[in-house]
């Protein structure tokens, strides 16, 4: 479950997965997981623990798609952009999806209900286009379907 | 009494996707109403994507298909007395005898679909666990002489006999050596790694424990990427699962041979798929590609010697250790020996997993398995081998899928992804979408590359609007060719592939008359 980002739950997950700096990208990931994105304060927490430069985490940080570094909507919904996708109409859903939250990829919408997201292939290319809601995968969505599972009229 | 009837539908993410889970949960709701007994389980996949869910019914130890299914079918699936195998429009006959099916030579899919991914029991009563048995007892040497018997080859895309990889690291001198499995899938258009760990994981497992065994290394990784959340955790339970049967672990089946699995999750990274910027990001850090040489063989994962592969080719070789190197060899032709698993996506009727020998066409794979376009348009261009590999025409569909034959027309086949597109297609913009994929996702060390993709975007757009055209042509197949020749690894040094098969094949699709 998503988590307002606090020190106390920071740590724990830093501890948990592994306090070295090998494990920089799995605390990375599992504060995503946790939080939706790695704050500044975040990356000082972890530079501390884990005995690196705070440049050294930023660094990682930035090169990540993974690694947002503001906080997420509520709904994360990604939609793949790649090639697969592309041949049955990809573009045409983002430009829907676009329209129908007001929003354009990699932004939040202003009621902080949705975060729109491209992604390079959720491996779903046989049945394309395909999206992903948060761990969810759909397959084969149209704008009918779009509306559909994203609760829009 | 009557016995409970078993039902098996797929866990696997394209069945999801589709709504296997909503399907499962009404059956099961349905039945109980009904008062039916039925056992449902969650198999993997048979990679007849299109028809997912892909349901079926276990009748006089036969499994009878039905599909694609929705929740909405499912009372109709009742009335039509599916359980018994009744008749309905959704009823495919036996899964066995599905010509989708029924016409491919699986040798690494074989278990796919057959089993529950996480059954102990499933996977052994089918051979599994037989080829780390025979490694065991017939030691190292046994296993590089079937290896290099089999003729496998890298099938993450490049290539590269596997016999070699492992017998450079089990010849290298080290304390301490790696397995990394590269399960950072990120072409487009490719899926075999994920329905192999959805389906079948115990066989990667296994194909990990015998790659220790061989090179003397007592520690693998699998480096997966963030967008496989359910191959994740199917992983997982599969791991447990070894382990608790001791064929993963301590003192593995009391031969005095350790092996442990961990899993590790990317970052949402093409170029980490690169097998050097992989070893960085499994290390904690950004995935910069490394210099080559020195070979990852000899240092890698943290200056270790390292085995690098991907899923499909350490999960063909259990079966290559069980049935003998000559037994897999026997498929394929010239330098491309054994079976690859294509991956028919895109524009196509009947998308889905096709594991075949080499030598097939390409044609033969978008006719006969895929049915021609989803929208009944004419094929217009086919993509082979993820975003880095080169679209071809019509006029080229004949070639037979070989990884030598490819790579004279430019192309390659890669971890054999097939993507089609229709008529529709305007190859001006997927040249530029290739240089821009190149630009999000470049790593920056390299400069032809990190500077490169964004002067590509550029110059194509003003071939577009026709600023300078003729120059800009020149330009274009200029930029290309220092991209080929000066960047670091493939990322760089592949994307101009799209980009001039496209302008090359497709010269029209350039004219900003045509737009």
């Known amino acids: ?153 | 009494m009557t016995a409970s009837t078993k039902i098996f539908i797929p866990r696997d993410t394209a069945s999801i996707s589709m709504g296997g889970d909503e399907v499962a949960k009404k059956i099961e709701k349905i039945a109980q109403k009904q008062k039916k007994e039925v056992t449902i389980i969650r198999n993997g996949t048979w990679g007849m994507s299109w028809l997912e869910p892909l349901i079926e019914i276990e009748v006089k130890n036969h499994r009878i298909a039905y599909g694609p299914v929705s929740e909405e079918d499912v009372i109709d699936l009742f009335n039509a007395d599916f359980l018994n195998g009744g008749t309905h429009p959704l009823k495919l006959g036996n899964t066995d005898q599905i010509d989708y099916l029924k016409n491919q030579q699986r040798w690494t899919f074989r278990k796919c679909g057959l089993i529950d991914p996480i059954s102990f029991d499933d996977y052994t009563t089918n051979r599994g666990f037989n080829g780390l048995k025979i490694a065991l007892k017939k030691g190292s040497n046994h296993i590089l002489k079937e290896l290099k018997k089999s003729g496998l080859r890298g099938r993450g895309g490049a290539g590269f006999p596997t016999a070699i990889k492992w017998q450079t690291v089990a010849n290298a001198e080290g304390d301490q050596k790696y397995i990394a499995c590269n399960a950072d899938e990120g072409d487009s258009g490719t899926f075999s790694d994920r329905i192999l760990m959805e389906s079948d994981p115990m066989a990667l497992i296994e194909g990990m424990a015998i790659a220790g065994f061989t090179v003397g290394a007592n520690k693998g990784y699998i480096y997966l990427r963030s967008e496989y959340p359910n191959a994740h955790s199917i992983l997982t339970s599969a791991i447990k699962t070894a382990k608790k049967h001791h064929w993963l672990g301590k003192n593995i089946q009391a031969s005095g041979f350790d092996f442990e699995i961990d899993i590790h999750i990317g970052g949402g990274s093409y170029v980490c798929g690169e097998e050097t910027a992989m070893l960085e990001s499994l290390e904690g850090k950004a995935g910069m590609i490394r210099y080559k040489p020195p070979l990852p063989a000899l240092e890698g994962l943290f200056g270790k010697p390292t085995v690098v592969n991907n899923v499909v080719t350490l999960a063909s070789i259990p079966d290559i250790i069980d049935q003998g190197g000559a037994a897999y060899s026997a498929y394929g032709i010239n330098r491309s020996k054994g079976t690859l698993a294509f991956q028919l996506s895109g524009n196509v009727k009947r998308g889905g997993l096709v594991e075949v020998a080499f030598g097939i066409t390409l044609r033969e794979l978008i006719e006969k398995w895929g049915d021609g376009t989803a929208s009944g348009k004419p094929i217009y261009a086919v993509q082979v081998g993820g975003p880095l590999g080169a679209y071809f025409p019509d006029s080229l569909l004949d070639i037979p899928l070989d990884y030598e034959a490819f790579a004279a027309k430019d192309g390659m086949v890669g971890h054999g992804g097939v993507v089609v597109f229709d008529d529709t297609a305007d190859m001006a913009t997927q040249a530029r979408f290739a240089m821009e994929f190149c630009s999000i996702e470049s790593c920056g060390k390299c400069t032809p590359c990190r500077i490169g993709s964004i002067r590509g975007v550029e110059v194509i757009d003003k071939i577009i609007s026709n600023k300078n055209r003729t120059q800009n042509i020149d330009l274009l197949n200029d930029l290309c060719e220092t991209m080929i020749d000066g960047s670091l690894c493939a990322m760089g040094g592949m994307t101009p592939f799209p980009v001039k098969s496209a302008l090359h094949y497709f010269p029209e699709d350039f004219k900003p008359e045509n737009k």
């Open chain 1, 1 to 153: 479950m998503r988590h307002k980002y606090n020190e106390k739950i920071a740590l724990e997950i830093i501890h948990k997965v592994g306090a070295k700096p090998k494990m920089l990208v799995q605390i990375l990931q599992a504060f995503v997981v946790k939080f939706s994105y790695i704050s500044e304060s975040a990356i000082r927490l972890i530079a501390k623990e884990i005995n690196l430069s705070r440049a050294e985490v930023h660094g990682t940080v930035s090169f990540y798609h993974d690694f947002r570094t503001t906080e997420a909507g509520e709904k994360i919904i990604k939609i793949c952009q790649a090639e697969a996708c592309q041949a049955m109409g990809s573009r045409q859903l983002t430009a829907h999806a676009e329209e129908a939250l007001g929003i354009k990829l990699h932004e939040t919408s202003e009621n902080n209900a949705y975060t729109l997201e491209p992604i390079y292939c959720l491996g779903n290319c046989a049945c394309s286009p395909a999206i992903m809601i948060d761990e969810k995968v759909y397959g084969k969505v149209d704008t009918k379907k779009f509306n559909q599972i994203v609760g829009l009229k």
